[in-house]
């Protein structure tokens, strides 16, 4: 949201540590390095090219894509995100089924790329999808919160707070109008706005559902 940066969740706090919200940054964190290291031949081997998952090829590479980044500034943004969303998100599921939720938002959002630009030779790199399943899952859950949001406009800086259904709202209209033009330059790289809106939309449907199973389990049914 251009100069906008979401800090925290500022209406709740989680009734545990987001122990699977901490533990996925950490890999991220641990691959990037790994990336730096490896150089250009590590994303080779490691990021997602559509058009080879299309030939039935690397499909591993549709898990490993999604904690690796192209650049210090998007892992950093990407953590943020992640951070802001998260932990809510996790308490609200219960660790063991938010993982998985994770990793699915993660899955659907790169099949969304996939379908989006299927003869793509770009490699597709990032957390984005999965977090936007995350964003997705907080909108549905938590639409009244507050969020405690940094506000850089030039020189001006300041803390304010946004709705959680404006906030999100604003985010993913913003991404379902770019992804017509990140459509039409499949070759040009750049941010995979289909793989945003695919991963959101998961995150909205199957939110509900992920937290009911815990809410049974609580229950003992």
């Known amino acids: 949201m251009g100069g906008l940066i979401p800090l925290r969740d500022a209406s709740r706090e989680p009734d545990r540590f987001p122990v699977v919200t901490t533990s996925i940054i950490v890999v991220n964190l641990v691959v990037f390095i790994a990336e730096l290291m490896g150089g250009e031949e590590f994303v080779k081997r490691w990021a997602m090219v559509p058009a080879d998952i299309v030939a039935g090829h690397h499909w591993i590479t549709i898990l490993t894509a999604m904690f690796m980044h192209a650049g210090w500034m998007h ?3 990407n953590m943020i995100f992640l951070w802001a969303f998260g ?3 996790e308490d609200a599921m219960g660790g063991l089924r938010y993982l998985p939720f994770y990793l699915l938002s993660g899955l659907a959002a790169a099949l969304a790329q996939i379908a989006a630009t299927p003869h793509s030779t ?11 399943g995350v964003m997705g899952a907080f909108l549905v859950t938590y639409p009244t919160d507050q969020i405690r949001t940094l506000v850089v406009l ?3 800086v300041n803390v304010t707070f946004i709705p959680a259904a404006l906030w999100i709202g604003v985010w993913f209209l913003i991404q379902l109008f770019s992804q ?4 039409a330059d499949v070759q040009g790289g750049g941010v995979a706005y289909v793989a945003h809106v695919g991963g959101f939309l998961f995150g909205a449907l199957t939110a509900r559902p992920f937290e009911r199973l815990l809410r049974s389990d609580a229950r003992g049914t």
């Open 75 to 77: 892992i950093i943004g």
């Open 87 to 89: 932990p809510e998100v």
């Open 122 to 132: 770009v490699p597709n790199l990032g957390a984005s999808g999965a977090i936007a």
């Open 154 to 156: 030039g020189i001006f």
């Open 180 to 183: 017509v033009g990140a459509v």
